[in-house]
């Protein structure tokens, strides 16, 4: 357990655009990813929320297209682009009026309280100057690449492109590229480490190793948690962020970072957000509703609070409980506290992802050690027990135990393979609500696939569809109705000849079920031939 918990603790990097540089530089490993991103992005954009965005848009008298995403621009494919802290440079970069004064006495940022606003301003414009100088420098692009292999392990080093590739595009496009294959060859190692790990064979290589300290070095970016909260403020008034293009978007992000920011101060500074509202639906090109943008700010200033209780250290945290409710804790108390606070620690899961078992085993814990109703109560609502989702450790685990799930299955112990199902399906839960990752449909059929070991037909069918984004009315019906069938056939086979394995004749009702439930979904209209053909044995 020391050695996965060791793999899944570096995936906390933050996705990047690809850049420029992916649209200069062909037949890399990485065209294919570049390819299903631009996927996703046409799914995206084509989805019914976006078309209905951009008619709003259009019925204002502006040009959505000014506004729509841009999936043949690699700077408006990943969408996760907008979730690094070094993407709020575009605050001064794009060009839109970012009003830096509203950082001017302000106060500390919500994120941790270690940064100030004004020394936010301050890096934005110090990393367009950066990228500048780099432009100008002949060695400039080429030197971003020594550096970045210097900083790390061997097998999360690049190749440097030609000369000619680099002169095709900025410091600023090398900086994004460069971290996304940093995230993709790292989630792709830590998988296959974990794999090491399931199958007892974790034996590993000098390489490997020296990755796996690497990865335990790495923090989690807290300057995320700023642009988190701003992103949560924008949803609740209603903004549909996905289906701006990468500018747009992130002009308003601007705007809800400096909006978030006055509500670290506290109520007295709430006045202002009428007026960044305003700024926010002139950009958005639609009408927002400011009730629920006075819901959002008392959101987000519980975000941020929840955001520093998850942050302290057992010594703090056993200190505010104790300020909280009025009583010194006893030694089992204070002991409870923390193992109540790393209930589900590894999961990615935190306030509003936690599954009831994490909530009833946080309880749990609490009373046995003597705490009250009404203390637990309190305790959970002030995070002092809990802790923020993450969705690259979901992601992580939800894989991981994933695996595990098949390797029981495969076993025959059923029982446990469903915990492990059940609790994969729960982390991904935080993956599919994270908009920082873009899914495919292949995430959502694997999810399909983990909700039914779990016993969750109805959540799997909804999954199952959704993993046929690609196809609409009678097609997507018959590529359904195609897999399903298909897939019936094989096991059926596959428990025939092997009356007596307990995982194949498991896995087949599995799969039975899965078509009752995806049959019966709404969502999907099938004629009665094939609905009749899914449902025989």
């Given at each position: 357990?020391?050695?996965i918990?060791?793999?899944?603790?570096?995936?906390l990097?933050?996705?990047?655009?690809w850049?420029e540089?992916?649209?200069?530089?062909?037949?890399?490993?990485?065209?294919?990813?570049k390819?299903l991103s631009?996927?996703?992005?046409?799914?995206?954009?084509?989805?019914?929320?976006?078309?209905?965005?951009?008619s709003?848009i259009?019925?204002?008298?502006?040009?959505?297209?000014?506004?729509?995403?841009?999936c043949?621009?690699?700077?408006?494919?990943?969408?996760?682009?907008?979730?690094s802290?070094?993407?709020?440079?575009?605050?001064?970069?794009?060009?839109?009026?970012?009003v830096?004064?509203?950082f001017?006495?302000?106060?500390?940022?919500?994120a941790?309280?270690a940064?100030?606003l004004?020394?936010?301003a301050?890096?934005v414009?110090?990393?367009?100057?950066?990228n500048?100088?780099?432009?100008?420098?002949?060695?400039g692009?080429?030197?971003?690449?020594?550096?970045?292999?210097?900083?790390?392990?061997k097998?999360?080093?690049?190749?440097?492109?030609?000369a000619a590739?680099l002169?095709?595009?900025?410091?600023?496009?090398?900086?994004?590229?460069?971290?996304?294959?940093?995230?993709?060859?790292?989630?792709?190692?830590?998988?296959?480490?974990?794999?090491?790990?399931l199958?007892?064979?974790?034996?590993?290589?000098?390489?490997e190793?020296?990755?796996?300290d690497w990865?335990q070095k790495?923090?989690?970016?807290?300057?995320?948690?700023?642009?988190?909260?701003?992103?949560?403020?924008?949803?609740?008034?209603?903004?549909?962020?996905?289906?701006?293009?990468?500018?747009?978007?992130?002009?308003?992000v601007?705007e809800?970072?400096?909006?978030?920011?006055?509500?670290?101060?506290?109520?007295?500074?709430w006045?202002?957000?009428?007026?960044?509202?305003?700024?926010i639906a002139k950009?958005?090109?639609?009408?927002?509703?400011?009730?629920?943008?006075?819901?959002a700010?008392?959101a987000v200033?519980?975000?941020a609070?929840?955001?520093?209780?998850?942050?302290l250290s057992?010594?703090?945290?056993?200190a505010?409980?104790e300020?909280?409710?009025?009583?010194?804790?006893?030694?089992?108390?204070?002991?409870?506290?923390?193992?109540?606070?790393?209930?589900?620690?590894?999961?990615?899961?935190?306030y509003?992802?936690y599954?009831?078992?994490?909530?009833?085993?946080k309880?749990?814990?609490?009373?046995?050690?003597?705490?009250?109703?009404?203390?637990?109560?309190?305790?959970m609502r002030?995070?002092?027990?809990g802790?923020?989702?993450?969705?690259?450790?979901?992601?992580?685990?939800?894989?991981?135990?994933?695996?595990?799930?098949e390797?029981l299955?495969s076993?025959g112990?059923?029982?446990?393979?469903k915990?492990s199902?059940?609790?994969?399906?729960?982390?991904?839960?935080?993956?599919?609500?994270?908009?920082?990752?873009?899914?495919?449909?292949?995430?959502?059929?694997?999810a399909?696939?983990?909700n039914?070991?779990a016993?969750?037909?109805d959540?799997a069918?909804?999954?199952?569809?959704?993993?046929?984004?690609?196809?609409?009315?009678?097609?997507?019906s018959?590529?359904?109705?195609?897999?399903?069938?298909?897939?019936?056939?094989?096991?059926?086979?596959i428990?025939?000849?092997?009356?007596?394995?307990?995982?194949?004749?498991t896995?087949?009702q599995?799969?039975?079920?899965l078509?009752?439930?995806v049959?019966?979904?709404?969502?999907?209209?099938?004629?009665?031939?094939?609905?009749?053909e899914?449902?025989?044995?």
């Open positions: 357990m020391k050695l918990v060791l793999v899944m603790t570096f995936l990097l933050p996705l990047l655009t850049g540089m992916c649209s200069s530089v062909s037949n890399t490993p990485y065209d294919g990813i390819a631009q996927n996703y992005c046409e799914q995206l954009k084509n989805s019914k929320e976006c078309k209905d965005l951009y709003q259009r019925a204002n008298g502006e040009n959505p297209e000014d506004k729509a995403l841009k043949s621009d690699a700077s408006g494919v990943s969408r996760a682009f907008e979730n802290w070094s993407y709020t440079s575009g605050c001064v970069i794009g060009g839109w009026n970012f830096k004064d509203t001017v006495g302000v106060g500390t940022a919500i941790d309280g940064e100030s004004g020394k936010f301050e890096d414009e110090a990393e367009h100057a950066a500048l100088a780099c432009d100008n420098d002949p060695n692009r080429s030197q971003l690449f020594d550096q970045y292999n210097q900083n790390v392990p097998l999360l080093q690049v190749a440097k492109p030609s590739a002169a095709k595009t900025s410091c600023g496009g090398i900086k994004a590229t460069l971290k996304q294959q940093q995230t993709l060859k790292a989630d792709e190692l830590s998988l296959n480490l974990n794999r090491k790990v199958l007892q064979k974790a034996n590993f290589s000098s390489e190793k020296e990755f796996l990865g790495r923090l989690p970016d807290s300057q995320l948690n700023l642009l988190q909260a701003a992103k949560a403020k924008l949803k609740e008034v209603g903004v549909k962020l996905d289906c701006y293009n990468s500018q747009q978007a992130a002009a308003m601007c809800a970072i400096a909006d978030v920011g006055t509500l670290a101060a506290g109520p007295t500074a006045a202002v957000k009428a007026t960044r509202l305003q700024n950009i958005a090109g639609v009408s927002l509703d400011a009730q629920k943008a006075a819901s700010s008392r200033a519980t975000a609070d929840l955001e520093k209780a998850a942050k057992n010594v703090e945290r056993i505010a409980a300020k909280s409710l009025g009583r010194a804790l006893t030694a089992a108390e204070k002991k409870a506290l923390i193992d109540a606070h790393e209930v589900a620690a590894q999961t990615g899961r935190g509003g992802t599954s009831a078992t994490d909530l009833k085993n309880a749990d814990i609490l009373k046995t050690a003597g705490f009250s109703e009404t203390e637990r109560n309190l305790l002030q995070g002092l027990a802790s923020v989702s993450n969705g690259s450790s979901a992601r992580t685990f939800s894989n991981t135990m994933r695996l595990q799930g390797k299955l076993s112990k059923t029982a446990e393979a915990q199902f059940r609790s994969a399906a729960d982390s991904f839960e935080v993956v599919a609500n994270d908009v920082k990752f873009a899914k495919s449909d292949r995430d959502y059929w694997v399909a696939k983990i039914a070991n016993e969750r037909y959540k069918a909804d999954y199952f569809i959704k993993s046929y984004s690609k196809e609409t009315g009678s097609s997507k018959e590529a359904i109705f195609e897999a399903l069938n298909r897939e019936k056939q094989e096991l059926r086979v428990s025939a000849k092997n009356p007596s394995s307990v995982g194949a004749q896995t087949y599995t799969h039975r079920k078509i009752e439930a049959v019966n979904n709404p969502q999907l209209r099938l004629s009665d031939a094939l609905r009749a899914l449902l025989k044995p």
